[in-house]
């Protein structure tokens, strides 16, 4: 029955991880792997989230199946964190929100939905993107473009190429995807006066905007990183957001996110998200509980959510504090190269500008793990390697 199958190249990411845990060189560095680091390489469980689940095994009552959308008191949680409390959107009932497993399950059921409702509609995404939006959508039969987005040149976003892109392209009813914030993989973002433009685009050619928000307090805060996000919502008429709580709560394994729908009335969004529970139930039927009520915990405990702003705050500022010092670093060691735009990227990753060449030797030479892109985990730095990671960058790039 299998015998006509052929292997297939497993994920490049994935090798680069299991080729750094199997190098034996004490000095290894491990930038590519796209989890939250503390200074000693761990991914620790917040405090939040260990106190968050002490409360629910004492007060755990079931294990019965949740509904399709996952809890009830999940949704208008959502909806403040993406939108902020004081929303138009949200007191017009314009919003409906599901929990869903991660962000990628979220991205999942918008690719289903969209494919199976909004019919010969293609999606755009930046060039380059996270790698699983091409792979999801494709899988669910919807057409991807890539528009222009990350300039090497630069190291910024060549806004007039993508408008012009975009405005030659794209055709009512297509859907725009865009990172709400600490764009992967390049850590470049859109700027406020983008989103105003992008917002006045989707109006005027009524496109679908689809924003993947799966970082948000990793860029420079929880409300700040959903500015541009927040302009466009409360001004168009339609708008998907795929959320993932996996980073800002640090409960990747336990794949919680949420699928919301922006629709031009409360009846249309009622209307949409039935359509939405269908592509659910024949998905996984419904999400897993235990991330989402760890959220819910945290979000309802007034003390324990200070606690976990704080912890944000806290990886944040680590990120932030490390691209500085590598700047710094990289300058002092001599290097012929301008890095200084690593510390205007946000959130987890920075596309380095390393070549292919420069990457490949800087694994096989300091057993220094990069992508082959040349992008960057900078939670993978600490104060322990920062000195050999920039000395070996400096003489590889000379
Ligand atoms: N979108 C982007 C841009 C991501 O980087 C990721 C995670 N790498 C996701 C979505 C999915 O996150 P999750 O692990 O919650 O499925």
């Known amino acids: 029955m299998f015998k006509h199958l052929k292997a297939v190249p497993g994920d490049p990411l994935l090798a680069l991880i299991v080729a750094h845990q199997q190098d034996p060189n004490p000095k290894k560095v491990d930038l590519g792997v796209g989890v939250y680091k503390d200074d000693q390489g761990r991914t620790p469980i917040l405090t939040s989230v260990k ?7 004492t007060n755990e009552e079931t294990k ?93 976003v060549r806004f007039d190429e993508m408008m012009a892109f975009l405005d030659a392209e794209m055709k009512e009813g297509d859907v725009l995807l865009l990172h709400a914030c600490c764009h992967n993989p390049t850590g470049v973002d ?20 689809l924003i993947d928000a799966a970082y948000q307090g990793f860029g420079d805060g929880l409300d700040a990183d959903m500015a541009g996000l927040r302009h466009m919502a409360e001004r168009v008429p339609n708008m998907l957001i795929a959320n993932s709580f996996s980073k800002n709560f640090g409960i990747y394994r336990d794949r919680c996110g949420g699928l919301s729908i922006i629709a031009e009335s409360a009846e249309e969004a009622r209307n949409a998200f039935s359509i939405v529970g269908q592509a659910i139930r024949a998905n996984y039927s419904m999400p897993p509980a235990h991330g989402a009520t760890v959220v819910y915990t945290i979000m309802n405990d007034p003390e324990l959510r200070r606690l976990w702003e704080s912890e944000v705050t806290e990886m944040r500022n680590r990120i932030n504090g490390l691209r500085s010092k590598m700047v710094q670093k990289l300058a002092a060691s001599g290097v012929s190269k301008d890095f200084s735009f690593i510390e205007k990227q946000r959130g987890m990753f920075s596309y380095s500008g390393l070549t292919f060449e420069q990457v490949r030797t800087l694994r096989s030479e300091y057993a220094i793990y990069i992508a082959d892109t040349g992008r960057m985990s900078i939670a993978g730095v600490s104060d322990s390697n920062i000195d050999y990671l920039c000395e070996s960058i400096a003489k590889v790039v000379g």
Not at 190 to 206: K, P
Request: aromatic letters at 10%.
């Open 64 to 156: 019965a199946y949740q509904g399709v959308y996952g809890a009830a008191d999940f949704a208008p949680l959502t909806q403040t964190l993406l939108l902020g409390g004081d929303s138009d959107v949200v007191k017009q009932g314009r919003i409906q929100s599901s929990q869903t497993p991660g962000g990628t399950g979220a991205l999942k059921v918008a690719a289903d939905f969209i494919s199976a409702n909004l019919k010969g509609a293609r999606l755009f995404v930046s060039d380059p993107t996270w790698g699983n939006h091409t792979s999801i959508f494709g899988s669910a039969g919807v057409e991807v473009v890539e528009y222009p987005y990350y300039d090497a040149a630069t190291n910024d």
């Open 51 to 57: 106190k968050a689940e002490a409360i629910m095994v």
């Open 190 to 209: 859109l700027q406020l006066e983008h989103w105003h433009a992008l917002t006045d685009f989707v109006n005027q050619r009524n496109v679908l905007p």
